[in-house]
């Protein structure tokens, strides 16, 4: 069956701008998850939704990042006002409650 | 704190040659326990999973990994190596019961060499 999928695959932005990182699961995965990926900072968690609802947002490194999920399917991560710091690889996952991860192939974010 | 380490940053291994990558955790209770592989360029695919039960675990493309809860280890093991197995190991923990916000170790690069 189909997997996660993200779009886009790559975006270049300049520095100030906003962008939208969009992450479909797979269907019927309730659960979804946004990560990040940097040389720096190796694989971090970003915000964790059950439904549409996101029970813990602990990751999100400031109020320029949010996300949300509609329809319990689809979620967007906006990055406002980008900043150099912020390039990185926005890894998407989604699970049944309680089971394994599955995740999408990324979204590389370069900011210059 | 709670923490999941990788000692070996980078693994260079002979084609046809055993390997172990290994992991260790630092949390409370037995956490359920992950690896997942990632080739360049590429997601993160899982490579299999612990959540109780038999201590010796199967996964894909060969893979096995042992839990030891008196070393805190979760060590991920090749019996032969093939030159497609090139890629960035990751190991990953979630506090049981309550499965999301993995914790990644560092990774374990590894090179086959033909």
């Known amino acids: 069956g189909a997997g996660v999928s993200q779009s886009p695959s790559n975006k270049v932005t300049e520095k100030g701008k906003d962008v939208e990182l969009r992450c479909d699961p797979i269907?019927?995965?309730?659960?979804l998850y946004w990560y990040r990926q940097s040389l720096g900072q190796g694989l971090e968690f970003l915000i964790y939704?059950?439904?549409?609802?996101?029970?813990?947002k602990s990751g999100l490194p400031s109020d320029r990042f949010s996300a949300e999920r509609t329809g319990g399917s689809v979620s967007t991560l906006t990055i406002q006002r980008t900043q150099q710091e912020d390039s990185a690889v926005y890894l998407c996952?989604?699970?049944?409650?309680?089971?394994?991860?599955?995740f999408g192939p990324g979204t590389r974010l370069t900011v210059t | 704190a709670q923490s999941v380490t990788q000692p070996d940053i980078h693994i260079t291994v002979s084609e046809g040659a055993s390997l172990e990558l290994r992991c260790n955790y630092s949390?409370?209770?037995?956490?359920?326990l992950f690896w997942y592989v990632q080739s360049p360029g590429q997601g993160l695919q899982l490579l299999l999973k612990?959540?109780?039960?038999?201590?010796l675990v199967q996964g894909i493309k060969g893979f096995e990994a042992e839990f030891k809860r008196s070393q805190s280890s979760f060590n991920l093991r090749k019996p032969s190596v093939h030159w497609s197995d090139a890629a960035e190991y990751f190991c990953?923990?979630?506090?049981?019961?309550?499965?999301?916000?993995?914790?990644f170790g560092k990774g374990t690069l590894l090179t086959v060499n033909p």
């Open positions: 996952a989604s699970s049944l409650v309680r089971r394994e991860q599955y």
């Open positions: 269907s019927g995965h309730t659960a």
């Open positions: 939704f059950q439904g549409n609802s996101a029970p813990d």
């Open positions: 949390y409370g209770a037995t956490p359920y």
């Open positions: 612990y959540f109780s039960g038999d201590t």
């Open positions: 990953a923990v979630v506090p049981g019961g309550s499965n999301y916000k993995l914790t």
